[in-house]
Each structure stands twice: as C-alpha cells, then as structure tokens.
C-alpha cells in the first residue's frame, strides 16, 4: 500500500526522495527490518495470548530425553510467521504483481489447513489432528491452482533466448528487443549443466505436432507433487526447538538470491540464467518471510517458548515450494531443502523397511533408532541443540553449493 502512495508522491505530487520506493533493494530492506520487529515485539503478545488461550502442546510418549518438559508449551506459533511476513508484504510490494498473489494465496492457504489441524489437536482433543487425506487434498488443491495460474497466465513469462549480449551498457534497443523475446514457456533449469534449460512440453514431444498446447499435463502434475513433498518435509521437519524455522530461513536466504538475479535483466545476462519478468517483486515478499523466520527462532531457540505448530510448518513448506517453481529453480529443491529431503526420506524407508520385514520375516525391524532423523540422533544422545545447529551448518552448506549452482556448470 505504501509503494503506491510513495507512486503516486513521486508520479504525480513530484516530492524529493519519494521515488526511492521504486528500487526493490529499498523495499525488501523495509520488509526484512518490519517483520523481524514484527515478529520480535508482537511475537511475545502473541505467545502470551496462546497461553492464556491454553494452547499448549501435547507431547507423545516418544522416550526423548528432555521430551515432557515440553509439555504445555503454547503451539500453532506460526501465527506469528504469517503475521509478521503478510504485514511488511501489504505495506510494501507491488500487490498487483501475479507472483505476489499467488504467495499471498499460498500463505493464507497452508496457514488455514495448518490452523485446522492444529485446533483438531488441541482443542478437540484428537492427537492424529486433520485427517491425512484432507491435508493432501487442501495440499494438492493449491498446487493445481499454482501450476494453473504459472502455465496460463499472460503474465507469467520468461526470456528462454540466454545467449551472450551487451550486459554492461544495454542500451534502450538492447531493453525492447530482450522484452521481445519473452514468451510463455513450461521450461525450468537443469543445474550443473551448460545450456541448462529443460521444457516440460518436451516429455509429449512423441506425440506430434501441436504437443506443445498439452504441456499443463505435464507441468500443473509435477508443481502439485513439488507442493505436496516440500511442505509435508517441512512438517517432518518441525520436530525440535529451531530445527525447522533455522533450515527454512538458510533455505530462503538461498532462494532470495535465486530471485533477485532472475528478476533482473543486467544480473540474468551476465550470469547467463533465464530471465523472468516482474518476478524480482518476490523478494519483498522474501525478504519480510525471512524477518519473520528469524524474528521467530527469538522465541523458537531451545528451549522453546512456542512452537510453530502445522500453521507454520505446513506454510513454510507451501511458500517455499511455491517460490522455487515461480522462480524455475525446482530441480534444486533437493540441493537446499536437502534437510527436508533427508527427513523425509528418513521417514519413507523406515516405514516400508519395517513393514517389509515384519512380512517377510514376521517382525517388523528398524533402519534407524527413530524416524524422522533429528529423533534418530536424539535417541542416540545428542542434546538437541547440537543436532539443530549441527542441521543449520549442513543447510548453511547446500545453500552455498545450491548458490554456486549458477556459475558452476
């Protein structure tokens, strides 16, 4: 909202310094330093709130050390997340923008599935929570509407012509001919490789002319599977104090970047990366999910004084998932969101291995101690605040290398 009075004070009232509100860089600052105090000073009223609401967590009988002092600690935290990163996004992005929608969709989106399921827990009394089938559903109900709004919008374009040009003087002809070139397109990027862009479209090649009009097929699919794996890998995640709110964050952090060279035509050119229109307004939205992720491990660092809850792990998941796909950074979800993945996995093959041995041997036998992992090196004896900062600087790490990603091919 204050983008377009700060428009219209330059535009037309022709005041001194109010064209600043133009830059991007200025915004996301404004975004960032809003959410972390948003998320900071409001958080400790909101927590305050839970508590007198009785909104405490009930802690299952896992044999964890330290695992029943949990017990009544305020939950569904990630009322906070979702206030501090929509507020900064009100104030200060361009509302209009398609990709801003469709992140302002997500976050109210997952945020309604998580608060459902976290009053079904909590309030009814009901440990198991939203039943799985409905979670899937509101999860895949929003990936067909991304991958719906991505693949036939006219406003969502990318530049696919990534050869060499004038990237430190382009001219206004240089400007208006790249602007040309931009098109509607299902590609996304390959990384490590040169020349690194794969079309969706191309898997329905073999069935002829015209296979290009039936890419959705292909695309709204696979954005609905990204949604869907990334936000339950969030929800594996969100298991100890920090773990999940320090990963996403390093996660983010990762993806700002992704989009702030995306989104601008001199950065994309020089660094040879497909260029996407209008998308560089993601930032202010990344920038303020980023405060309030950091704003909230104030109250999230062990020992806890909230927990996110599925409100916010269930919206941490969607958002991110969400942004990696605009962004046409998808295939290196599981380079920085490796922390997701391990978990997630760690899930997977200790569930079916048990199974498959309990059918073939007639017990069920264990690959690891616990799953999700972190309980794994819980079990193990590890205090969990060496796991939580042992899982950042690995998330710190594929961050980088996700990062190096755009040079190294």
Known sequence: MLYYLFQYLDKVMDVPGAGVFQYITFRSSLALLLSLLLSTIYGKRIISFLSRQQVGETVRELGLAGQNEKAGTPTMGGIIIIF???????????????????????????????????????????????????????????????????????????????????????????????????????????????????????VLAWTGDGYEKWAWLIFIPVVVFIVTAVSNGANLTDGIDGL????????????????????????????????????????????????????????NSYPASVFMGDTGSLTIGGIIAVLAIAVRKEMLIPLFCGIFLVE???????????????????????????????????????????IVTRFWVVAIMLAILSIVTLKLR
Do not use: C
Request: aromatic share 16%; glycine share 8%.
């Open 84 to 202: 501090a990163t929509l507020v900064p996004v009100f104030l200060f992005s361009k509302l209009h923008n398609i990709y801003i929608v469709l992140l302002i969709v997500t976050t109210l989106w997952m945020g309604i599935i998580g608060f459902i399921d976290d009053y079904i827990k909590i309030f009814k009394k009901d440990k198991q929570g939203l039943k799985g089938i409905f979670k899937v559903f509101g999860q895949v109900g929003l990936g067909v509407i991304v991958g719906s709004v991505l693949y036939f919008s006219p406003a969502v374009t990318v530049r696919t012509d990534t050869g060499k040009r004038d990237i430190f003087r382009p001219t206004t002809e240089t400007v208006i001919n790249q602007a040309s070139l931009e098109e509607k397109s299902t590609a996304t990027t390959i990384p490590f490789f040169k020349n690194n862009e794969f079309d969706y479209a191309e």
């Open 244 to 299: 999940a709110a320090g990963t996403s964050a390093v996660s983010v952090f990762a993806l700002m970047i992704f989009t702030f060279v995306s989104g601008n035509i001199i950065f994309s050119n020089y660094l040879n990366i497909m260029y996407i229109p209008n998308s560089g307004e993601m930032t202010v939205f990344i920038a303020s999910f980023l405060g309030a992720l950091i704003g909230f491990l104030w109250y």
């Open 344 to 386: 997630n996995f760690s899930v997977v093959l200790q569930v079916s291995f048990f199974k498959y041995t309990k059918k073939r041997f007639g017990e069920g036998r264990r690959i690891f101690l616990m799953a999700p992992l972190h309980h794994h090196y819980q079990k193990k004896g590890y205090h969990e605040s060496k």
